[in-house]
């Protein structure tokens, strides 16, 4: 099986997802993936245009047409978002180099289809999603950080437990055409599918399009909304063999095509909403007994038609009916769909690091019927909304959440006394081969499976060597990582990588040991049944017990004492010297104020006893037989707080798991764990 890396993998290459691919930063590492070529996508066959709010005048009017048309069904603020935003993201097609058709004086033409109140389409004659997807196509084919690999179709999500506990994305499961598979692990995934028509007998839309995000997203528990909400295009030509039905586009009757029964009469409003013509049609085909209505473009300037309707033109031409001189049969056909997988206002999923943009999403602003030309301008706003939410949470998670004043003040200063320890007269070896400043980009791979941690300290190892060190974290601590998964890429003088990998990788092994271990206490004592918080003591490495006290918590364990001056805990060398654990209790609680809380370490049940009787606020039951706990623990009623310690273990803690205490303390945390294996590879010399 083959694996690949990336900062997002865009499934679909479509207009949503090529566009998505180009509001992401240059410096992201992005893989665009098609089902099929990458000219196989609804987006080329849009006919009548992009919908855009014409000025603010028009916002009221834009928003109440949207509105009616979707039978009030729609999400408001999705409405709103779109609408708002359409201008910014036409300007952005036309820096792109999107040819809209222009006057002779070079302005924005305007046309008007079913439903909209005023015209308010721009359009490249009747081909404007060929034109909007071939320019973006180009755009991404001429970004270095984005890769495309056409006839690799998305099988699965591949998903794991992040820091929170609940389940997040982490790539996606395809099959290439050769029957080869291929994972593709990313920071973050964005399905970009299309719509659903490839399971209907009739449809506009291509034949691969089955509706593989929706039903995949499903699967693994992504929220799903309005999935029944199907939009059925008026006005497709009229075939009498299988395949994809040829779309009309709207813009024909909003330049005056009129629908025509049998008898060549009119018999509705054409510019009523899709679905109300779609029904007036199918009503009047029942009536009738006919397989197809007509529709007469008598009323349409044969130079409107040679220009605005080229294609539908040149095509009908070639089915034998020339629309100049008679009309056409038409037929409702499947063509879109309102439903999807559930997102917010940002394109996000119910599945954490997962996003959907386009047909595939359910964004609410179609409600149960889409106004015409919506569905370009809805791709645009929400993949670009989808690309703004990326780039903040990765902004946001690219440095672990760590006390800025500990990092400071205590690991920095641990970072640089380890740097001179690795190279207290520089590093003979990179300074030998490579003396001169070279730019340099590596990988930090993943060996084995476990839980990452330190990927702060990773980070500030390399920015203490060169400032301009640019580390770019895929994941974050305390997320489950595997074997093979790229975690992170380097940007740098290659002399800073090479010389700091040691370093960094030595804080980075030894912490996601120590959270890696932790974790899978804790998952066996969640899996027990057990309510007992896991914490560390302190049998730390000397000088690293920072380090290891926060490996532990972002394994879900917690701290017992980070030192000697946070709490009273009186073992058995202070009971013998105070001469009883009454007496202990007694000096110690004149000593030390009333916010400071005394433990008592017993090993035997009179010692309990003891230490209930002196009022102990904590009673540690330590290296007692599971019976003796038992005892101890009924014997304490609640009266103080329970630990159980002495040789905890990930092999045994499951035969204490049963016990109702509060804390289990387990030094093997910290001196037991181990590393977890990692290493910098495939580092490539950029200039």
């Known amino acids: 099986m083959k694996k690949l890396q990336c900062d997002v993998v865009i499934v679909g290459c479509g207009i949503s997802g090529l566009y998505a691919a180009l509001k992401l930063p240059r410096s992201s590492q992005i893989i665009l993936i098609a089902k099929g070529d990458i000219e196989t996508c609804d987006s080329m066959l849009a006919q009548g245009g992009i919908a855009v709010m014409r000025g603010e005048e028009d916002y009221e009017q834009y928003v ?46 305007y046309t008007r289809e079913g439903a909209h109140s005023r015209a308010r389409i721009l359009f490249h004659e009747d081909i404007t999603g060929r034109e909007i997807t071939e320019t973006l196509l180009l755009q991404c084919r001429a970004a270095h950080n984005v890769r495309i690999y056409e006839n690799t179709e998305m099988v699965d999500l591949l998903d794991d437990i992040g820091a929170d506990e609940k389940r997040v994305c982490t790539g996606v499961k395809c099959i290439q055409h050769d029957g080869s598979k291929l994972n593709i692990f990313s920071r973050f995934t964005i399905l ?45 030509l009229y075939r009498r063999t299988p395949g994809r039905s ?32 779609a029904k007036a049609i199918l009503d009047e085909m029942e009536r009738e007994g006919s397989k197809f209505v007509w529709l007469s473009f008598e009323n349409v300037m044969n130079e ?57 999403s359910c964004t609410g602003v179609h409600g149960r019927n889409r106004l015409a030309s919506n569905s370009l301008l809805e791709c645009l706003v929400f993949a670009k909304r989808a690309a703004e939410k990326i780039i903040a949470d990765h902004t946001r998670e690219q440095l672990p959440r760590v006390d800025p004043s500990t990092l400071n003040m205590v690991m920095e200063k641990h970072i640089r006394a380890s740097l001179e320890e690795d190279m207290p007269g ?48 895929l994941v974050r601590d305390g997320d489950r990582i595997r074997k093979g998964q790229m975690l992170a890429t380097i940007e740098g003088d290659v002399r800073t990588l090479l010389s700091g990998e040691r370093t960094a990788l030595n804080y980075l092994q030894h912490m996601s040991g120590v959270a890696t271990y932790t974790r899978e206490i804790v998952d066996i004592l969640k899996e027990a049944g057990s309510t007992a918080q ?57 000593r030390c104020s009333f916010m400071i809380k005394i433990e008592v370490e017993c090993e035997s049940i009179q010692m309990v006893k003891e230490a209930v009787e002196a009022g102990a606020d904590v009673i540690m039951l330590d290296n007692m037989s599971h019976a003796h706990m038992e005892e101890a623990i009924e014997l304490i009623g609640g009266r103080a707080m329970t630990e159980i310690s002495g040789n ?39 200039g």
């Open 64 to 109: 109440e047409d949207t509105l009616k048309a979707g039978h009030y069904e729609n999400r408001l603020e999705s409405v709103e978002i779109m609408i708002r935003n359409s201008r910014e993201c036409v300007n952005d097609l036309i820096s792109y180099g999107v040819r809209f058709d222009r006057n002779p004086q070079g302005e924005l033409l």
């Open 192 to 236: 970009a599918t299309g719509g659903i028509g490839g399971t209907y007998e009739r449809s506009t839309n291509y034949p691969i399009l089955t509706g593989d995000g929706c039903r995949i997203a499903g699967e693994h528990g992504v929220a799903l909304e309005h999935m029944d909400y199907v939009q059925i295009h008026p006005t497709t």
């Open 246 to 277: 040829f779309l009309i586009s709207e813009s024909a009757r909003g330049e005056g095509a009129v629908l025509l029964n049998s008898r060549y009469e009119r018999f509705t409003d054409e510019l009523q909403p899709r679905d109300v013509v």
């Open 304 to 360: 409107i038609i040679t220009s605005h309707f080229k294609h539908i033109y040149e095509y009908c031409l070639a089915k034998g009916y020339d629309i100049t001189k008679e009309p056409i049969p038409v037929v409702p056909a499947q063509h879109y769909f309102m439903g999807g997988i559930h997102v917010d206002s940002n394109s996000e999923t119910t599945m954490p690091r997962l996003f959907a943009v386009g047909e595939t």
């Open 426 to 473: 520089g590093d003979l070896s990179t300074d030998s081969v490579i003396p001169d400043r070279r730019q340099a980009r590596v990988e930090l791979l993943c060996k084995q499976d476990g839980v990452l941690a330190g990927m702060a300290i990773f980070v500030r190892t390399f920015k203490l060597l060169d400032p301009t060190t640019t580390v770019t974290p």
């Open 534 to 590: 896991l914490v560390d003591t302190r049998k730390t490495t000397p000088g690293m017990r920072v380090f290891d006290k926060m490996a532990v918590r972002i394994g879900g364990g917690g701290n017992h004492r980070q030192s000697l001056s946070d709490a009273i805990l009186l073992k058995d060398n202070h009971i013998e010297a105070a001469g009883s654990v009454a007496d202990a209790v007694r000096m110690a609680r004149s």
């Open 648 to 686: 905890v273990t990930r092999e045994n803690v499951e035969y204490i798991a049963d016990l109702k205490v509060d804390v289990i303390s387990c030094g093997a945390l910290t001196h037991s764990a181990g590393i977890l294996d990692m290493s910098m590879k495939n580092l490539q010399v950029l």
